[in-house]
Each structure stands twice: as structure tokens, then as C-alpha cells.
């Protein structure tokens, strides 16, 4: 009970011992809210580099580079990408206000794993055995940080 208190005084929107239905919506509510922040994040990550593949490389000690990011930020698909980002922060923000971030950040990196999916079917990209290792070794990380459930942010 001194929890219930402590998150009381604390201002706290929800105290994290309720669990229940209560505890259970809220958890799925930012989960949700998480994952609709990480496919707008996929979804410019994708977007952005079907744009640029039209560009080319941009190397920005070039006197070109300049002209080649006008161009760049001509392309619908890099337009739409940039878009899909700025949807991304917001849906974020709403996550940061509830969880706290050492919960959220680790769960966001699950989207390695899409975004290097997606770059092998999407963009023929090859993906050694240790890179993906590499990202599935993250993944285990995100598990354990994710077991451990959102907690209501001190700082609300």
C-alpha cells in the first residue's frame, strides 16, 4: 500500500500495483501506442530510402550535396518518409509521457529487426549471419527490458 501512496503523492496517472483490468488496458493502451510509433518510424525508414535510391549518394564534401538534398527533398516517397517521422515523434511523445524511458527506448529497437527484414526483401540487401546475430542479440535485450512492464514515469 506505502506504493499506492508514494504514486499518489507523486501525481501519477495509474499505480502500477492495481493490475487487473485496469492495469492490463493501460499496459495494452502503450503497447499499441508504442507499436504505432514504431511502424510510422519503419515506414519513413523505408520510404526514405526508396526515395533516396533515385538520388544516388551524397557525399557532403561535394559542392553538389546542396543541390542533391533539394532534389532528394523533391521526391515524394522522401516527403511521405519525413511525414511518417513527424507522426512517429508525436505518437512518442504520448509514450514518454507514460512509461518511463529506460522501459520505452529498449522497445523501440525492436524495429531493427523490421526495418533489416524489410531492407532484404524491399532493397535485395544482404545480411550477414553475424549482423543478424547482431540484431537478434538486441532483441533478447528488448525481451528481458520488456518483461519487466511499462512503470508509470516519476517525473509525471
Not at 502503450?30 to 533515385?54: A, C, N
Not at 564534401?61 to 516527403?79: E, G, H
Not at 524491399?122 to 518483461?147: D, K, M, N, Q, T
Amino acid at each position: 500500500m506505502a506504493g499506492c501512496c508514494n504514486n499518489m503523492r507523486r501525481g501519477l496517472a495509474y499505480n502500477t500495483q492495481l493490475g487487473g483490468i485496469v492495469g492490463k488496458r493501460i499496459r495494452s493502451n502503450i503497447l499499441l501506442i508504442i507499436i504505432i510509433s514504431l511502424v510510422l518510424s519503419v515506414s519513413g525508414q523505408l520510404l526514405l530510402k526508396r526515395g533516396i535510391i533515385t538520388v544516388g549518394e551524397i557525399h557532403l564534401d561535394s559542392v553538389q550535396a546542396v543541390f542533391l538534398l533539394l532534389r532528394a527533398f523533391a521526391i515524394p516517397a522522401i516527403q511521405i518518409g519525413i511525414l511518417c517521422y513527424v507522426a512517429s515523434i508525436i505518437f512518442w511523445i504520448v509514450v514518454l509521457s507514460r512509461v518511463e524511458l529506460s522501459f520505452a527506448y529498449p522497445v523501440g529497437s525492436i524495429s531493427y529487426i523490421i526495418v533489416a527484414f524489410f531492407s532484404r526483401i524491399f532493397f535485395h540487401e544482404h545480411i550477414s549471419a553475424c549482423r543478424w546475430a547482431g540484431i537478434f542479440i538486441i532483441c533478447a535485450g528488448v525481451f528481458l527490458v520488456s518483461i519487466t512492464g511499462p512503470e508509470n514515469n516519476p517525473q509525471a
